[in-house]
C-alpha cells in the first residue's frame, strides 16, 4: 500500500538543475555516487527577506545563522558578504570553537557572533571576549563560574531565559535572573548585553509572550545600572516544504501499513506550516500582549523595542536554508522482501537524511532522474513502482523512506535519486563515516546566465 504523495516544493534553480541530468551526471563522475548540492543565492535571499522584515517595521534587526543546520562553508561566506553591505545586520550564530574558527575563516567579524549552547568552556570564552563577539549563558552557575574567573577582556554577555512551563535544560528561570542581575552588578568585565531565549515548536504565540518578557527583563535589568541593549528571539522559524492540501491528505490517510515495519511515526515536522521563515518573524513583531497588567507598556514586540531603544537579534538556521539545497543518492538495486515491498537501495546512507534518525519520517518525495534518457519511453520502464528507500549499510534500519513512495516509472540501477530541499539539518548534521565510507561532499552551483557552474564546497 503506498503513501499519499508528497509533492515537495521545488525552486526554480533546482528545477532547471533536474532538467540538466548531463551536469548531475558530470557531477557524479567526478565526486561519485552521493552528493550534496547547494545554491548560496537562495540562502543569500532568505537572508534578504528575514533582513526586509526588520526594515518594515523599523527595528534595528541582526540576523545570526544558525550555524549547526548546515556546515557549508558557502552559506557561512554569504552571511559575510551580506554583512560586509550592512553593517552589522548579518552574522553567524555558533556552538563550538571549531564554527567560531569557520565563521572568522569565511568573514565574517566577531562583533557579529553570537555564541550558544551550553557550559561554555574557556577557550570559547577567551575567544569570544577577544573578538567582541557576544555570548549567551544558560545557567546561573554559569553566570557565578563567569564571574569568579572572568576572562582578561570584557566579555558581552546574555542571559538565557528558561520558557516557563517547558521541560528543558537550558535557561535561568525569572528568579535567577534577578539573581544574576543583583550578582552581575560587582561582576568584573562582564557586560550584561541583553536577554535571550530559543524556543522548540513553531508557533508564533509563545514566541512573542517570550519577547515581551525578554523585554520586562531588560527593564528590571535597566533599573539595577545594568544596559542591555537587545534581546534574541533565538530560531525555530517555520520551513513550508508541501502543499497544505497534500498536507492535510496525508495526515487524514495516514496508516501504519503505509510504512515498512508496520509503524506510523510518533511525530513529524509540521510540513506545511501557516506562516513560515520571515513572515513568521513579522507576525511575532507585530503581536501586542494578550493580557496586560497595570502599568505595562502596551504595543506590539516592535513599538516596544524601537521605543525602549532596543534591538531585536534572530538565530534562524533551518529557515536560511530553506530551499538552498538538494541530496543525490545513486540507485545500486532493487529488490523485493517475500511479503511483496520493493526495496530500492542507493549509495549513501540515511545518516545524510536527518529526519529519519529521529524516529520520524522526511515527507517531501524524492524524485528519480534516469541518466540514460533513451531507455525512458519504452518498455518496463514506465509502469509506476511503490518502494521503500533503503540506504547501503548493514543496519536494518538504515531506511531513507520508510514510507512505500509510488514512483511514476520503475526505479533501475544507475537512476539518481534526489530528496528535496535537504540542506536544513538533512544533509549533515548526523552525517558519518559508518563504513568508513568518505562523507558525501557538497557541490555549490552558481547560475551565470544561462549557464550553470559548479564547485566543491571548502
Ligand atoms: C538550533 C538553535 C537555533 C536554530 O534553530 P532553527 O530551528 O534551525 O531555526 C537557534 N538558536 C539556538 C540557541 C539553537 O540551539
Redesign the pocket.
Known sequence: MSAAPMPARWHTWAEDLLLQPETLAQMARVVGDTFHVLDPATFADNLAAFSAAFDDCGVDGRIRY?Y??NKARAFVRECASAASAARGRFGV?V?SVEEFGAALTAGVRGEEIVV??PAHGDEMLRLAARHDAVV?IDSLESVRRLCARPPAEDLGILL?LRPPGATTR?GLTDGQVRVALSELRDCKRIVLRGM?F?LSGYDIAPRAAMAHHAIDLCLAARDCGHRPEMISL????AVDYLDRRHWDAYRAEEVAQWYFDGNAPASLYPYAPDVAGAEMLSAVLGTSRSQRAPGDHSGSVAQRVRDLSLRIMV??????CDGAGFSVFTVRGIHHTPDGTAVVTVSGTSLSLSEQWFGSEFLPDPRLIDLDEDTAPHGHTTETMSAVVAGSTCLDGDLLSRRRIRFPRRAKVGDLLVYPNTA??QMDSNESEFHQTPLPPKLVVRQRDTTTTWSIDR
Open positions: 544558525g549547526k543546520a550564530d556552538a550558544t549552547g549567551a538565557r537550558f535571550s530559543h533565538g530560531g525555530g522559524f538565530e534562524p538556521g533551518r529557515a536560511l536544513g539539518y
